[in-house]
């Protein structure tokens, strides 16, 4: 199965991230539990944290050479809030 890739992430309070995939699937995902792994560890430091990037092709994030996390754990573990359709439905100007 081909998964979404990713086409904007922002970090958020509380170690989550806040993901839009390509097809227009908005995501938040935790990453609360996994700082007690020694691989995430450093990015308790919020500095770090913040500074993440999307790969190019929007195929994972990344903060350094050694952390990422790939297009596939952030779709299938994150939590979907809503689509960019449904929201812009909901605005009014």
Do not use: H
């Not at 995902?29 to 995430?40: A, C, P, R, W």
């Not at 929007?58 to 903060?63: D, R």
Request: glycine share 6%; net charge neutral; aromatic share 12%.
């Amino acid at each position: 199965m081909k998964y979404p890739k990713i086409k904007f992430a922002e970090p958020l309070k509380d170690y989550k991230l806040f993901i839009i995939f390509d097809n227009g699937i908005i995501k938040i995902y935790s990453l609360k539990d996994k700082l007690e792994n020694q691989i995430f560890r450093p990015l308790k430091d919020t500095k770090l944290f913040k500074s993440l990037q999307i790969d190019t092709g929007g195929y994972g994030l990344i903060w350094n050479d050694e952390i990422d996390l790939s297009e596939f754990e952030l779709w299938q573990n994150g939590v979907a809030l809503s689509t960019i359709q449904e929201l812009s439905q909901k605005i009014t100007v």
